[in-house]
């Protein structure tokens, strides 16, 4: 399995930008598939955003379609989750999983993943 370790989080205005992180351990980390999740309190965790292997595919929630961009740098084993214009609604904790498996191009179900990260809090104030 990788380790995976998110950043980044914290307090976010609404309208203004925010940019997580996650950053991994594990050679083999750039050839996996990598997904961003959220769960807010009391509610089931969601799907974010997703992004294949090579970065050239990427699938988002409509919630944050336009909005939220995912991105990857392979060369220093960094994935990230640019969050602008955020909404009190974005208030969850973040977190980022791989798909060593590679079970598709990039899921948008959490079952797909086998690495998670610990997750990161961000919180957006109206």
């Known amino acids: 399995q990788v380790q995976l370790v998110e950043s980044g989080g914290g307090l976010a205005q609404a309208g203004g930008s925010l940019r997580l992180s996650c950053a991994a351990s594990?050679?083999?980390?750039?050839?996996?598939?990598m997904g961003w999740f959220r769960q807010a309190p009391g509610k089931e965790r969601e799907f974010v955003a997703a992004?294949?292997?090579?970065?050239?595919?990427?699938y988002y929630a409509d919630s944050v379609k336009g909005r939220f961009t995912i991105s990857r740098d392979n060369a220093k084993n960094t994935r990230y989750l640019q969050m602008n214009s955020p909404k009190p609604e974005d208030t969850a904790v973040y977190y980022c999983?791989?798909?060593?498996?590679?079970?598709?191009?990039?899921?948008?179900?959490?079952?797909?993943?086998?690495?998670w990260g610990q997750g990161t809090q961000v919180t957006v104030s109206s």
């Open positions: 999983a791989a798909d060593s498996k590679r079970t598709a191009v990039a899921a948008t179900s959490e079952g797909e993943y086998d690495s």
């Open positions: 992004i294949s292997w090579r970065g050239g595919t990427t």
């Open positions: 594990g050679r083999t980390f750039s050839m996996y598939p």
